[in-house]
Structures are given as C-alpha cells and as structure tokens.
C-alpha cells in the first residue's frame, strides 16, 4: 500500500528571551518587583530551547513541549506583548520546503513579533502531527486510529493558518506560509486522513459499498489536494516524488472505488456491471502505475483487480452471456465524506498547561487600570482644586479685612494671639529657610529630567536618521520597517513628558512670584514673638468694647470659618482615600467580551463613591458663600466703630500682610513640595522610557548589523560578469599544446654521377643570399645545391659505421677525377640504424646530397631513426673540423687526409642563429 506523506518541520534558532522580557516588566509595571519573576523568565526561555530540540522526535512527548510553549506564547500575548515597538525579540524562521525545493522568495524570515512566532509553531504543531501520523503501524487498527485523528487535526491547523497567516505576519511570508501554500497542505491532510479510513474499513472487511464509496471520496480529496499543488506559484515547491505520488493515489483510490462498486454489482448478480467496474477499475489501476512511477505501491491491488477481471469475464463468456454496459450509462458511485479538518481549539492545547507569569496582569486590564486611575486622580484634584482655591479666597478677604487678628487687637498694643500662633506655626515648619530650600531644589531637579528626557529625543532622532540614511543607500534593499513608524509612540510620549515640563516650568516661576511678594512678611512670621511685636506700630486702641455685639458677631463667624477649614480637611481626605476594586471587574469584561469599555465601567463606578462627597463640596462653597457675605457686612460696622487714627491704619495694614504672609507660606509649602514630588515621580517614569527607548536602539541595531551582513554577503555573492579571456602569451602550456609541431624538412638526397666541378671560393650556387633575414622558425629548407654539385669522388668508401650490422665492402667505386682545388668533406656521419653499401644500392662515394626538388637519385631515400628530430641540435650532423673526418663511428684509418686545411662546408643547427646571414641550408663555411 502507498506510504503517506509527511510536512517537514520549520527550522529557527536560540534567541535571548530573558533580558528584554525583564526590562519590560521592570519599566511597565511599575509596582512589581521584576526579580519576582526570575525564575519565571528562565523557565520561558528553558521552553523554547526544549521545542527546537524535541521538535525532531516524531513522538508525542514531542508534541506535548510544542503546545506547553505555544499555549505560553497566548498566555503572555496580553501582559508581555512581543513587538516592534514593545519587547523586541527577533525571531527567524527557514521555509520548512528549502531544502528539497529551488522555489523563489526568500528562505529566512525573521520579525520581531509574538504572533509570527505563533503562527511559525503552529505550522511545526501540524507538521509534526503529520509526521506521527506518518510513522504508526498502519497494519494494525490502532495505528490507523491514530494516523487519521492527526492528519485530521493537522488539516485544521492548517486551514486555521490559511486563513490567519496574513494578519499575523505582517511582512511577505516564506512559501511555506502563504495562503495557497496552507490550503494546499490542509487538503493534502484531509485526503490522507480519509485514505487511513479507507484502509481500516478494507481490513475490517466493511461492507463492499461502503468500502466504494469511502475510496471514491478519498479518490476525490486527492483530486483537490492535486489541483491546489499544481498552481504555478507552488508546483516547484514541493518535494520532487509528492505530485506524482498524489497523482497516483487519485487515481488508484478511483480505481478501488470502481473495483469495490464491481463487486457490489456481483453481489446483486449484474454481471455486465461487474465487468465494466472491474475494467475501468483495470484502466485505473494501470493509469496509477504510469503517473506514480517509482512510487506506485499497488501492485497487490493491481493484480488482485485483473485476477477479478479475468475471472468475470470467463464466468461471463461461458456461463451468463450478460451485456457489458457502457460506464456513462450506469449510476454514479457514491461519497463518504467521513474524514474532516479537526476544528482550531479555543482553550489551551496542553492539559497540564499552567502560565508561568499568572501574578501578571493582561496589558488591556493594567491599561485599563491606569485610565482609571488618570480618571480618578483628575476627579480628586479637580475637587479639592476647588476646595483649596475657595479656601484660599477666604483667606485672602479675610486678610484683606484684618480679621480675626483685628478682634485680638482691640488695644493696639500687644501682638494678636493669632499673629503668635501663625508665626509659631511657621517656625515649626521651618521658617523661611524652608522654603528657600525646596526652591534652590527645584532647578536641580528640573534639570535632571530634563537631561534624561533630552537623551531620549537623541535616541530616537539618531536612530531614525542611521535608518533613513541606510534606506536611501540601499533602496528597496532595506527591507526592515521604517524607524517612524516604530517610534511614533515613544515620540508622543517624549513630547508629552516635554509639555509637562514645560507647564511645570511656568509653575515654578509663579512660585517664585508669589514667595518674593510676600518674602518680607514671612521672614517677620519667622522671627520670635518681640521681634514681632517691635515691627509692629502702636496703635491707639480700639473704640468697640468687647461685649459689643459687632465684635461677638464676627467672633461667631469666624468660629463658622474655622468649621468650613476643618470640614474641608475631612473631604479632602475622604477623595484621597477611597478605595476601589477595579481588577475583577475589567477582568469579567475581558473574559466576556474581549475586550474592556473602560470609559463606561470607570465613569459609573467613581460616580458610585465620589458622587456623595462632590456634593459635599457645593455644600461647602455656598456655605463659604454665605459666611464672607455676612463677615463683609458686620466688619463694616466693627470698622465704624473703631478710632481711625493714622497709627491704627499702619498697624492694621502690617497685620494684614502678616496675615496674608501666613496663608501665603502655606500655600507655597504645599506647592513647592508638590512640585519637589511631581519631579522626584516624574525621574523613574522618564529613566523606564530611556530604558524602553535605549532597548528600542540595541535591538534595532542588532538588526542593522545582521542585515547589513547578509546585504553585504549577497552583494560579495553576485557575480560581476565573466572575465575577458586571456592572451595566449600568459598560458604558454595551452599555446604549446595547440600549435602544430613545425614540418619536417625533406631528407637528403644523393646523386650517383658527379656533375660539374667543386663550388668556387665564391657563394656556392643555389646558396641563399647572405643579405636575407633569419627564416621563421617553423619554416623548412627550400633550396638545395644543383645536383652532383657535392659529389664524392675520390678515394675508397668509408666503411660501415662500426655499431651497424657489418656487411661487405663496396665491389666498385666510381673513381671520377676531381678538379684541383678544394674539396668537399666527407658527408656527415648517418644514423646507426641505416646502411649505405647494402646490396644493389651505390657505394658511400656516390650517395648524393639532396637535390632542389627532394626525393633520391639512383637510390631510395633511407628511413629515418625512431624519434629523430631534425630540429634537435644534438640529433643534427655534428659539426666537421677543418682536417680530416671526426670521429663518427668510422675508424680513422683507411681515411687519408686527402684533404688538408679544406673539408665540407660546417654544419650548424637549423634553428636561425643571431648574427648569421639566412640560410636555408645549415650555414657552410666558404671556399678558400
């Protein structure tokens, strides 16, 4: 039976899960202590290092790693959110088809992103299903049990990829992610996993329409399986036996359908039917052998077809005579769609999953918390802005009227018991000295967020400036996301915390305004009681007595004062510590809906608490109303009582300047120790966004750094074109090895009459001309002596040569007389191998030289020695001396000096020597 088909696993590597996962938690949750969650973050980390290494063991074991760690990464995606622009870890995964395939698009894709990582693992879930499926025993029911429920399983989450693949990666996938690529996978799996059903159901021998109808359905998802695989962006992205392997199986399964639906016709005793089912099942089966090929294993199936076949048609020859239908004409066999894609689950895939970082709050819920709290904190400064700002309105007409210290100074004389007690009051917070230290703090403060909040501008403005100008160098080669778009977020914070600065600023410098306006008053107030009491001006005593009843009533009201002040305490309070418990109620929402309205759950919630007390606070404003309304109308008439002497009037304006001093200091302590804590907060708010920015920076420059390295590779990879060929002079090898060796000059020739005298002491005739130039080094002889011009033709023949065969001398010599004069030398000296004086050939004497046109006269040419070459000077005739023969292998004697002082022109080698005239012949010397 066929083997099935199992999808290869994505391969990635080790990342650095730690670090960036710690600094996050430290610099977003701000009330948790990050060493907490050690133990946590190494355990995270431990988990995907076990799923790169368990992820080739096709077991369960395997299986069960890779859900803990995908089930963690869902866990996490809420409160540690792994992105660009958040935690940056960059992860990189290979196409899971690389090796076996040369499809266009990129092989690597890393993006810092949770929900690639996500998706990356589900595609190694479903491939290693398809692997476990792939190794059960399928000879047994079990392992067919086990095969479909995860090839079924593996359809599901690849159909559940499909459709999640784009929105989750935001960048062009490898091609093992893209869409058609998962489509084409998950169909793969449902086929296979209803070809395990069809095999189970054929072992247990389930009824045979049944069985027909299961392989016909399997024969049809094969079809569609086929179909999507052969699209032209992913037919060369399959392993090279998947299409034809597939191919076969759909029409092997078409074949069984037929065979099965043939017996089924048998059992109904339609004999023609069971015929024409078995020869279309034949037809199919021999179809399936053609596309498979190599990987046709259905040979059992085959043979058992045309056994069946072969038997039908003899029962029918012999026995039924039934007609053998048409195919078109008979019912179509029916479809079991039993095998199905598993549907994606929703809760978590591991049952013993357990979330290492469940103390931590989801993102949604903590940011819903925080705008809660931003909502909270404004209503309460919002209410009590309004207290201390109608308090200090009281205050200041109260000054303004010299009360109540006007009703202590009824004398004139001595300090107002208030006076005392406010500047008692002062000293003991510190006097003026206090303030003059909190304000010296301010600037040093301010200047060190201001610091901080500039390096972090730097930051992103270096790092957007390093991207931009690496963008316009590469070009569309510079793949990664833009720098804008990553750090908008972190611009709009650096600008809001520049804004809050900014307000902060102009606070200050109110601050200052307001303390030197009244610095004089309360340096006084800080002094002691007679320092105070001899700064002050006599008066000359009041004219209402202290049992009128102007002076009772203000004495009253000031008493309603002093209630409304301490009320107002009691509300303020009650703002700043209501409690609330929000946690549960954004959680339930999250869980419902997911998602949070925190707009709607804050605003009825802080209606519920701080609605009783925002009433309160009218209530108190129209009762302040009240009261002023009634001290400005009794005061007038306490004023009309009093004597208004000019000493009076100093006194009083001093005392209401120390009152106003008072409430002044007051008011610049609380704001000054305010703004000392708003900047002492606003330093680790600011050190988390440097950190967050500084975090942003690395990552991004590691990320500049690799993909600088690999633009850099495949720029070092590209070719640059083929090189010029170079000139034969630098490849001599080459240039021996094709030149063609020079022609071999024509041998010497001998004429067996001597004809005409010796050469004269002139240029012998036929010689070249000594004006010519050197002749090219392949060329040959081409001139020659005239014919007999060097005959020999005096004395005895030279013996043979004494390493040759020895034979007899020469019966005769032509002995020609000579001309007087100079004679030739003897000739030079032959090879060994050659014999001049054999029988019927001329004697030595009368061996001619070569003539003009080549060739022999009187006797054929003699062969030349084995490997002789004429260009070798070694190999040439030696050179003659001026006496006599040299030593040639002939014996000296026998060889008369008959020739003394003369002898045959020298030989020289036939390469053109520098200096000589050109010769076509070896360079003689001249007659004398």
């Not at 790693?65 to 995908?70: A, K, M």
Request: glycine share 6%.
């Amino acid at each position: 039976m066929a083997t099935f088909l199992a999808v290869p696993l994505k391969q990635t590597q080790e990342v650095e899960l730690i670090k960036p996962l710690r600094s996050f938690i430290q610099n977003t949750f701000s009330q948790v202590e990050p060493d907490d969650y050690n133990h946590a973050l190494n355990e995270f980390s431990k988990l995907r290092n076990l799923m790169i290494a368990k992820s080739v063991d096709k077991h369960e074991s395997a299986l069960e790693v890779l859900y803990r760690y995908y089930d963690q990464l869902c866990a996490i995606e809420n409160k540690l959110p792994i992105a660009e622009n958040q935690i940056r870890v960059n992860f990189k995964w290979r196409n899971a088809f690389d090796k076996e395939s040369l499809f266009g698009g990129k092989q690597i894709l890393g993006i810092a992103s949770g929900a690639y990582e996500k998706v990356c693992i589900l595609f190694n879930i479903a491939a290693l299903q398809s692997q476990i499926a792939e190794v059960q025993n399928h000879d047994s029911d079990e392992g067919l049990k086990t095969s479909a429920k995860y090839f079924q399983m593996a359809a599901g989450i690849f159909g559940h990829l499909k459709d999640i693949v784009l929105s989750h990666v935001q960048q062009e996938p490898t091609p093992d992610l893209s869409p058609d690529t998962l489509n084409a996978l998950s169909a793969l799996m449902v086929a296979q996993a209803q070809e395990a059903i069809y095999r189970k159901a054929a072992a247990d021998k389930m009824k045979e329409a049944m069985v027909a109808k299961i392989a016909h359905q399997c024969s049809e998802l094969f079809s569609d399986a086929m179909k999507l695989m052969q699209l032209a962006s992913l037919k060369d992205l399959w392993p090279k036996d998947w299409l034809p392997l597939v191919a076969c199986k759909q029409a092997a399964y078409h074949g069984m359908a037929e065979f099965y639906q043939g017996c089924v016709a048998q059992q109904h005793k339609t004999y023609g039917e069971q015929i024409a089912h078995f020869q279309k099942a034949n037809e199919l089966l021999t179809a399936a052998q053609s596309r498979g090929g190599a990987t046709f294993a259905f040979k059992n199936e085959q043979g058992r077809i045309q056994r069946e076949l072969q038997a039908a048609r003899k029962d029918n020859d012999f026995i039924y005579h039934d007609k053998i239908p048409d195919l078109k004409t008979l019912p179509a066999i029916g479809k079991a769609a039993i095998a199905k894609p598993t549907a994606f689950p929703t809760k978590p895939m591991s049952e013993k999953f357990t979330d290492l970082f469940e103390k931590l709050v989801p993102i949604p819920v903590y940011e819903a918390l925080s705008a809660f709290e931003n909502r909270k904190t404004q209503i309460v400064n919002t209410e009590i802005g309004r207290l201390r700002e109608q308090t200090q309105l009281m205050n200041s007409i109260l000054a303004s009227l010299n009360l109540p210290a006007a009703l202590e100074d009824l004398s004139g004389q001595k300090v107002p018991q208030s006076v005392i007690e406010k500047a008692q009051q002062i000293k003991d917070i510190g006097g003026i000295q206090f303030l003059n230290k909190l304000m010296n703090d301010l600037p040093e403060l301010l200047q060190r967020n201001r610091e901080i909040l500039n390096e972090c501008i730097k930051m992103v403005d270096d790092e957007a400036a390093s991207d931009i100008q690496l963008r316009e160098q590469f070009k569309e080669r510079w793949s990664r996301t833009p720098s804008d778009k990553l750090t908008q977020p972190m611009r709009d914070e650096s600008m809001k915390y520049k804004q809050i600065l900014d307000t902060a600023i102009n606070a200050d410098r109110i601050v200052q305004e307001k303390f030197q306006k009244h610095k004089q008053a309360i340096d006084l107030l800080s002094k002691s009681p007679g320092e105070i009491e001899k700064a002050l001006p006599s008066g000359g005593g009041a004219h209402a007595s202290e049992s009128s009843g102007v002076v009772q009533k203000l004495r009253k009201l000031m008493e309603e004062v002093e209630t409304i002040k301490a009320e107002r305490e009691v509300i303020e309070n009650e703002f700043k510590e209501a409690k609330f418990d929000m946690t549960s109620k954004f959680f339930s929402a999250l869980a419902s809906d997911g998602a949070i309205n925190e707009e709607m759950l804050s605003a009825s919630e802080l209606d519920r608490i701080y609605g009783p007390l925002r009433q309160q606070v009218n209530e108190s404003l129209q009762k302040q109303d009240s009261v002023m309304s009634q001290v400005q109308t009794t005061n007038m008439e306490f004023c009309q009582a009093k004597a208004s002497d000019q000493s009076g009037a100093q006194r009083e304006a001093m005392l209401k300047d120390l009152a106003a001093g008072f409430d002044m200091f007051m008011e610049l302590k609380n704001n000054l120790e305010e703004g000392t804590k708003f900047y002492n907060d606003l330093t680790p708010l600011l050190v988390r966004l440097q950190n967050k920015i500084s975090d942003f920076c690395f990552a991004r420059k590691t990320e500049k750094d690799e993909l600088m390295a690999d633009l850099q590779k495949s720029i070092a990879n590209q070719p640059t074109g083929p090189a010029p060929p170079p000139p034969s002079y630098q490849n001599p090898t080459a240039t021996t090895q094709n030149r063609a060796p020079p022609a071999r000059p024509p041998p010497p020739q001998f004429s067996t009459a001597s004809s005409g005298p010796p050469p004269t002491a002139s240029t012998p005739s036929g010689a070249p001309s000594s004006q010519a130039g050197p002749p090219p080094y392949s060329s040959a002889p081409s001139g020659a002596p005239p014919a007999g011009a060097y005959s020999y033709t005096g004395g005895p023949a030279p013996p043979q040569c004494m390493s040759g065969p020895k034979t007899s001398s020469p019966t005769s010599t032509t002995n020609t007389s000579s001309t007087t004069g100079s004679h030739p030398s003897a000739p030079p000296s032959q090879p060994t191998s050659q014999n001049y004086t054999g029988s019927g050939q001329p004697s030595w004497g009368n061996a001619p030289y070569p003539q003009a046109g080549g060739g022999y006269q009187g006797m054929p040419m003699p062969s030349m020695p084995s490997g002789f070459n004429p260009y070798n000077p070694y190999m040439q005739y030696p050179q003659q001396p001026q006496q006599g023969f040299p030593n040639q292998g002939y014996p000296q004697q026998g060889y008369p000096q008959q020739y003394p002082g003369q002898g045959y022109p020298q030989q020289q080698q036939q390469y053109p020597q520098q200096g000589y005239p050109q010769q076509q012949y070896p360079q003689q010397n001249q007659w004398r």
